[in-house]
């Protein structure tokens, strides 16, 4: 008995070992190219730094000159992605899976089993001490599951791949079929589930004694609970995948595990605590079907990322938002009792929780109404397709004039401004969408350039774009100061065969419009991050350190150096 407590802990403290630090690993910050070929590297033979002229009648002169300068933050010769972004998101992402595991404990596959499994720790283990340590084991167990899992999905696609997933028309398609599925199977029309036989296999071998069986009871655990889990997996598993972060579904799984594990673990340690918790009954049910309504609205999503890249067209914000009021009005129908689906109990009273529930969901379609008439709805706004598709928008000719650059050069046309006139736009900027002609434009105007590497499917773009450049004191420098350059890194129009080259990154054909700003980001700039904000002067040469999402703040200090430095290069 001695020497299996001893082979217990030293097993135990290794899947703890091996959980903790994975965990550490997972959340530092993932470089976006860091293990790329020297070729590979930003060329930065053609910056010149211009030395500072000091004028010598004038010493006042000279000195403000400095102190412009000083005030300009040099060139960086390898700029990166930001350090902060990465592990911004991978916590943003293990969040998710977390809230998305403890959504999933509450489902009815899972937590009637929370006083079985604690009651039998609490018999087999005979002390106190026996039972904490088994059901510690017991979470580790399935926390361990899903990591695996989550390593399997990054191995099994690659990074590359990984990064690739969220403007893949075919792969976004597959997600909103897969997702649709999974909310219809939550709404009662079918069960999800693995082969029984497995599932009886593992349950045998779980009557196996010491670590074997514990293991295998948590095994059977994931197994059995499938049927809920699964689509609620599918749900974070899905949106940690399209992040295009390779360690995303390994930290997703490790929360949305960490979610479920812990009330095991805990109530095991404190039995007592379960008299507090409510009983099972229909609840559990409603919890699954509004997880249901919830996984169709985000397969939305998807559907409208394949309209966007590939220039569908039919997929306006009207029509999105339209259906997704529709389905908070359902939601709130099925909550009040109204209607009922395959499973569902009778509703005597509505209990407190579901009445404020209840309340939130009306209160976010009565949110949601005046966007069918442009309403800017900027705390959803990332997630709709931009305002640019609606048909219909009462906002139309409120705001400032963009001061146009077309007529003060030139050039009277603009190059692709008929492909992204569905672009998500900000009111008063002069958007130019091919780098050719925004350098013919600078150098007409004697203008920097603010390069705006975006995307159709891009979220923080649309925060950046709804948020910060809007702000007065931004778009006056924007319209003043700079030559704005939209470049649609996930765009699918087709090149012409005699503009297609080969990547000095990776040396693929580029045969995509998108594919050519995304090639340009990265063999020039070292970054496949979006936004990605660069600004250069008319020969190309970048003025500051490249900058990513930021505050109002930041981003105009960002932009006054840009200037500063734009005019001390003259």
Known sequence: MKSFKSRSAKTGLFLLFTVVAFFIAGLNPVKALQNKKADTAVSTGDVQFTDIPTAADSLAAAKKKQQQVANAQPVSKTPTKSSKETPRTLWQIFLAGFLGGFAAFLLPCVYP?????????????????????????????????????GLIITIAFGPAALNGLATNGIFNFFFFLLLIVFGVSFLGAFEITLPSSFANKLDENSDKGGLVGIFFMAA????VSFSCTGPAIGLVLVDAVTKGERLAPAVVMLGFSLAIALPFTLFAMFPSALKSLPKSGGWLNSVKVILGFIEIGFALKFLSNVDLAYHWNWFDREIFLSLWIGIGILMVLYLIGKIKFSHDSDLPYMSVPRTF???????????????????????????????????????????????????????????????????????????????????????????????????????????????????PEVLKRLQDDFVVLQLVIDDKTGLPVAEQTKSAYNGKTISTLGGKWLDLEITKYNSNAQPYYVLINEKGEALVTPQGSSSTADFIKYLDNGIAAYKNSK
């Open 220 to 223: 059977t655990l994931v197994v």
């Open 357 to 471: 529930i209840t309340l939130i969901i009306l209160a976010f379609v009565v949110y949601m109404i005046p966007g069918l008439w442009g309403a800017p709805l900027k705390s959803i706004s990332a997630f709709l397709p931009p305002l640019s598709t609606q048909d219909f928008d009462l906002s139309q000719g409120v705001g400032a004039a963009a001061p146009s650059a077309v007529n003060s050069s030139s050039i009277k046309t603009k190059k692709y401004e008929d492909l992204f006139k569905r672009l998500p736009k900000v009111k008063g900027i002069d958007d130019w969408y091919d780098y050719d002609q925004a350098v013919e434009v600078a150098k007409q105007l004697h203008r920097p350039i603010m390069i705006d590497f975006t995307g159709w499917n891009c979220v923080n773009c649309r925060k950046m774009e709804s948020t910060v450049l809007p702000n």
């Open 113 to 149: 089993m929370l006083p079985l499994t604690v009651s039998f720790f609490t018999k087999r283990g005979g002390t106190r001490a026996n039972a904490i340590f088994q059901s510690l084991l017991y979470g580790l167990s399935i926390i361990f599951i899903y990591v695996v899992f």
